[in-house]
Each structure stands twice: as C-alpha cells, then as structure tokens.
C-alpha cells in the first residue's frame, strides 16, 4: 500500500523565521514520483515540486528547498525567512510509477506566519 | 489564457437530487482528474481519464458518475446515492508525455459543494 505521512497538523511560525515541513512516505515501488503541493486559502492547489525516485538531489528555489532521502523515506519541505504570504495547506503527495495517475496525497501541514 | 476552470464555485444540492460539476482545460492535456477534499484531510480520488470516452474508477468512486465526450471537459455527477456530499471538490489534468510517460497535475480552483 501507498501512504503519505505529514506528521504536523498545523505549524505557527513568526514571519522571517525558518520552517520545515516533514514528509514520510512508504511505498514498495523502486520508481515513483513525489510532489509538494501548495494551497492557499482560495482553495486552488498550486504544484511545487516533482522528483522521481532515482534522482535525491536536493533542490533550492528561491526561498524554497527540499530535502529527499530515500534512506529515511523523506521528502521535508523547508521556507527560509518565511513571509505571510507563505500561509497555505501543503500537501505532500505520491505517484507509483506503475500507476498512471493515482495521487496518494498526505493529510497537509497547515501553515501559518504571523508578521 | 491556458488553464482549467470550475463551475460553479459554489453549488448546493437537495436531498434525492444529482448534480454535475463542470471541469473544462484547455492544456491540451490528455487525462483528467476528480478528487474530494474533506475537512482535515487530504485529497481523494474519486475518478480519473486518460483518453477520450475511456475512465476509471478511484478510492471513493461510489455515488459518482463521470463522462469524457471530449478530451476539453470532464464532468462529475454527484448522485443521491451520494450519502455525505458535502465536500470541495477539485479536478486536474495532466500531459500523458514527459520523461516517463507521466507529467504534473495541475489542479483547477475547485467547487464547493453543500448539501440543503
């Protein structure tokens, strides 16, 4: 079976301080693809991110970065100086690469900055 | 502007009555998605396409219908056999190229959907 675990429920940080939201996932699949996703409070799901298994470079973008490790089954999402802007769901999600598709989505961490 | 749009944003349904969500893309993407959002959880799939006039069944497909006529519009009836509708529901398509025969779904705004 797939599962997507995201252990906080909610995070409360104050705006310019770093956060870093956790990601675990079991799958028996040796190709399969993870994602990040954002959703802010109008609903709509706004994509971040997409690695494949076989790739465990860690990735910057801007205030951005994620950390994959396949050792741990973790896929940690981290904003660097965080803004008010930064407060949304996110969901961390999973593909089998054998299965067109089926997105297996975490539970969300809700964020929230304050300024 | 390309994209995928929702309607309504807001639909409300009576006891005993169907109801169809709109999801129209124009990504030119091949496979389309419904996923059901409950409070405090995450998304579920409901149905998905992956060519014209050709679907299949998620992990709550029970008291939901679809169609694919075109590859632009996927429709979700919610059906009265639907005991607990109340929900956001979210569509989203995705391109069938890319590296591994598998691209990014990209999520329209949603349809909130409550239950008189």
């Known amino acids: 079976a797939q599962k997507v675990t995201q252990a906080q429920t909610e995070i409360s940080v104050v705006e310019k301080e770093d956060v870093t939201l956790d990601c675990v996932y079991e799958t028996r699949d040796t190709t399969y693809y993870l994602f990040w996703y954002k959703q802010p409070p109008s609903g709509e799901l706004v994509f971040l991110i997409r690695?494949?298994?076989?790739?465990?470079q860690n990735e910057i973008s801007g205030r951005y970065s994620w950390n994959f490790q396949k050792s741990t089954s973790s896929f940690n999402f981290t904003i660097t100086a965080s803004q008010v802007v930064d407060s949304a769901v996110y969901f961390c999600?999973?593909?089998?690469?054998?299965?067109?598709?089926?997105?297996?989505f975490g539970r969300g961490t809700q964020l929230t900055v304050w300024p | 502007d390309g994209g995928i749009t929702q309607s309504p944003k807001y639909l409300f349904r009576k006891e005993g009555q169907n109801v169809t969500l709109s999801c129209e893309q124009n990504?030119?993407?091949?496979?389309m998605y419904w996923y059901r959002q409950d409070p405090g959880q995450g998304l579920r799939l409901i149905y998905y396409s992956q060519i014209v006039n050709d679907f299949q069944k998620g992990d709550i497909a029970e008291g939901y219908s679809v169609s694919r006529e075109k590859k632009e519009s996927f429709p979700l009836t919610v059906t009265s056999a639907q005991k607990n509708p109340t929900a956001f529901y979210l569509c989203a398509s995705s391109s069938l190229q890319g590296e591994s025969g598998l691209e990014t779904q990209y999520f329209g705004p949603g349809t909130r959907l409550l239950v008189l």
């Open positions: 690695r494949n298994s076989f790739d465990e």
């Open positions: 999600a999973l593909i089998r690469g054998s299965t067109l598709g089926r997105l297996y």
């Open positions: 990504l030119n993407h091949d496979a």
